[in-house]
T-cell receptor, first 115, second 115 residues
Framework: GENVEQHPSTLSVQEGDSAVIKCTYS??????FPWYKQELGKGPQLIID?????GEKKDQRIAVTLNKTAKHFSLHITETQPEDSAVYFC??????????????FGQGTILTVHP | DSGVTQTPKHLITATGQRVTLRCSPR?????VYWYQQSLDQGLQFLIQ???????AKGNILERFSAQQFPDLHSELNLSSLELGDSALYFC??????????????FGEGSRLTVL
């Protein structure tokens, strides 16, 4: 089955700096890569996703890049703010077949943005 | 608010006992997923249902079982509980069908503590 590795496990930055979280996946059939943000006491929430036919996607201060050859994808957050502090999870899934949208998650990254 | 409702929010029980966790998906979502979140294991996929039928199984123990009812709500049953079962259990729902992938909407979780 799919295995997703996520690094770093913790990341501490100053407000205004950029933050980068990296993930690698094992299954070459994976073609959907979402990122979820989990705030304290809440469930994970989708912040951005990318499909394998696209190399990069941006949404305001958040961007995701995908390298299918190397099987890795990254989350980039620019101009970080204290409210970006949370746990971030990458995930992978395969569209097609009988996947029914099942996601395999990375271990998570605790991001702390210091004012 | 994701639209996914989980009850109870907190549950404290003793080893050897049995508990039932309940999930009501978003209106219209046919897929329900159960994930276990512990400090050292991240978000582990347990089981998935689509319109009442089991579609995928992950690392779910034999002591655990689940079902999805005709009204699409789902229950996760945990029996012969052990200390190591203490975790946050998330339910998520999605509109995706057989070959699709897309956003999972997570509830706020049920925190199980086994003493």
């Amino acid at each position: 089955g799919e295995n997703v590795e996520q690094h770093p496990s913790t990341l501490s930055v100053q407000e205004g700096d950029s933050a980068v979280i990296k993930c690698t996946y094992s299954d070459s059939a994976s073609n959907y890569f979402p990122w979820y943000k989990q705030e304290l006491g809440k469930g994970p929430q989708l912040i951005i996703d990318i499909r394998s036919n696209v190399g990069e996607k941006k949404d305001q201060r958040i961007a995701v890049t995908l390298n299918k050859t190397a099987k890795h994808f990254s989350l980039h957050i620019t101009e970080t703010q204290p409210e970006d502090s949370a746990v971030y999870f990458c995930a992978a899934a395969t569209a097609g077949g009988t996947s029914y949208g099942k996601l395999t998650f990375g271990q998570g990254t605790i991001l702390t943005v210091h004012p | 608010d994701s639209g996914v409702t989980q009850t109870p929010k907190h549950l404290i029980t003793a080893t050897g006992q049995r508990v039932t966790l309940r999930c009501s998906p978003r209106s219209g979502d046919l897929s329900v997923y159960w994930y276990q979140q512990s400090l050292d294991q991240g978000l582990q996929f347990l089981i998935q249902y689509y319109n009442g039928e089991e579609r995928a199984k992950g690392n779910i123990l034999e002591r655990f079982s689940a079902q999805q009812f005709p009204d699409l709500h789902s229950e996760l049953n945990l029996s012969s509980l052990e200390l190591g079962d203490s975790a946050l259990y998330f339910c998520a729902s999605s509109v995706v069908r057989t070959s699709g992938v897309g956003e999972l909407f997570f509830g706020e979780g049920s925190r199980l503590t086994v003493l």
